[in-house]
Every structure is written in C-alpha cells, then in structure tokens.
Nanobody
Framework: QVQLVESGGGLVQAGGSLRLSCAPSGRTFSIYSMAWFRQAPGKEREFVATIAGNGGSTVYADSVKGRFTISREYAKNTVHLQMNSLKPEDTAVYYC?????????????????WGQGTQVTVSS
C-alpha cells in the first residue's frame, strides 16, 4: 500500500507562485509514475500534470502549460509541482496520485493511489 502525503498549498495572490510537494511512502519511488490532479468547487476532478517513473517524460494540461512544472527529487523521494503565474481559475484542491508503472497516464482511472488533497486558493 502506498500512502501519499501532500504539502505546500495555501492562499496566494494572482500572479504569485506556490510549490506543492508529494511524498509517497513505503515503496520504491522510481517504479511509480506520479501525477497531480485538481478539483475546483462544483467541477469534476481534472488532470494537471504527470511525470514518468524515470523522470524522462512529462505531460501537462493545456491550461497550465508554460506556468506549472512537475519534477521528481529522488534523494527525498518526493515529487513537486511548481506553480507560477497563478490565476484565480487555478483555485482548487490539488491531489497527488501514483500508479505502479514507469509510463505516464492522464486519466484518473489509471491511478491507484491518491493523497487527501491540499487546498490552493488564488485571489484576484
């Protein structure tokens, strides 16, 4: 069983930055591809970004491309989501997800493990 612990959410003004972190526990980090999803109030959960187990491939949602960066820090067994140029429409609960595969996926149904979520609020 993989447990995911997210951190780094908070309140920020439009144009600001935040960095989310996710630390999976209990398993070999590199065999899991990791992703971030988000869910805004009244909306379905949507894909944000994903990174392959070896860190070699990344995919981003069009809405965050050029502003967000997903990365892996193997020494700390952690995946990060650096969010720059934040907009009010980025306000959501952000979820870290993991799947036991080195390949990436953008559908939430392909992820077996989920964190509890961290709130990101961007004020205008």
């Amino acid at each position: 069983q993989v447990q995911l612990v997210e951190s780094g959410g908070g309140l920020v003004q439009a144009g600001g930055s935040l960095r989310l972190s996710c630390a999976p526990s209990g398993r070999t980090f590199s065999i899991y591809s990791m992703a971030w999803f988000r869910q805004a109030p009244g909306k379905e959960r949507e894909f944000v970004a994903t990174i392959a187990g070896n860190g070699g491939s990344t995919v981003y949602a069009d809405s965050v491309k050029g502003r967000f960066t997903i990365s892996r820090e193997y020494a700390k067994n952690t995946v990060h989501l650096q969010m720059n140029s934040l907009k009010p429409e980025d306000t959501a609960v952000y979820y870290c997800a993991a799947r036991r595969s080195i390949t990436i996926a953008t559908s939430e149904g392909q992820y077996s493990y989920w964190g509890q979520g961290t709130q990101v609020t961007v004020s205008s």
